[in-house]
């Protein structure tokens, strides 16, 4: 990795198959399933916060801050990380062109081309690390300790984590799931309460993270 690159965050849904989409396109993305703001390079901020507002998102103004910090500040060579939760897998990739609209893209239309060269299990990694891949209320950020970040990324490059195609096959998945239906199925039932979205970040997030009833999760309250 270069001395001189940034290493970037980007925070995924904890469901989905983002992480699994952006390896076999060769790509990462940002912003949210539905294409909210059209081509990024061709509109002005105060279009994209009428689009924003008018979808009912809060905080346009932060909103457009990190498709910008996506769209215009990240550049090729710097390294982008972001936390594969269905794998438990931090993975990593160098940006390796400029931002692109893709409206065709299903639920990737703002792209940044990428190179994933390879992912960690996270318990693996420095767990202070690991931490800072979900704080904050911002879904994409500079991240802190960046030489430490960069020297993990270039032992990951180096082959010291796995493919980036490496990931549990459907039937390794399968197993674990009915193994902790057999558990499940002997535990006493609970309620069920479902997660609610947060109109800042655009996370599903469990009720719990929304202290005191509060219209924003705890990250971005």
């Known amino acids: 990795m270069s001395p001189e690159s940034t290493c970037w965050m980007i925070r995924l849904p904890r469901r989905g198959s983002h992480a699994r989409d952006f390896v076999a396109e060769g790509m990462v993305s940002f912003g949210w399933d539905a294409d909210l703001t059209g081509d990024l390079s061709a509109r002005s901020d105060a279009q994209v916060y009428l689009d924003l507002e008018a979808a009912g998102l809060a905080k346009p103004e932060d909103q457009i801050k990190d498709l910008r910090m996506f769209a215009d500040r990240m550049s090729a060579g710097d390294t982008v990380v972001v936390l594969d939760h269905t794998a438990g897998d931090l993975l990593f990739g160098e940006i ?94 609970k309620t069920v309460v479902p997660d609610r979205l947060c109109p800042s970040c655009g996370l599903l997030r469990a009720p719990s993270l929304f202290p005191d009833g509060d219209e924003y999760c705890r990250d971005c309250a």
């Open 96 to 189: 390796t062109g400029p931002y692109r609209y893709a409206p065709a893209g299903g639920s990737h239309h703002q792209q940044r081309p990428t190179r994933w060269f390879g992912r960690l299990a996270s318990d693996q990694a420095d767990q202070l690390l690991v931490a800072a891949m979900t704080k904050g209320r911002h879904r994409i950020r500079k991240l802190p300790e960046q030489t430490r970040w960069q020297r993990l990324a270039g032992e990951v490059d180096d082959l010291l984590g796995r493919p980036a195609t490496d990931v549990p096959s459907r039937s390794r998945t399968a197993t674990v799931r009915r193994r902790a239906t057999s558990r499940a199925s002997s535990a006493p039932k």
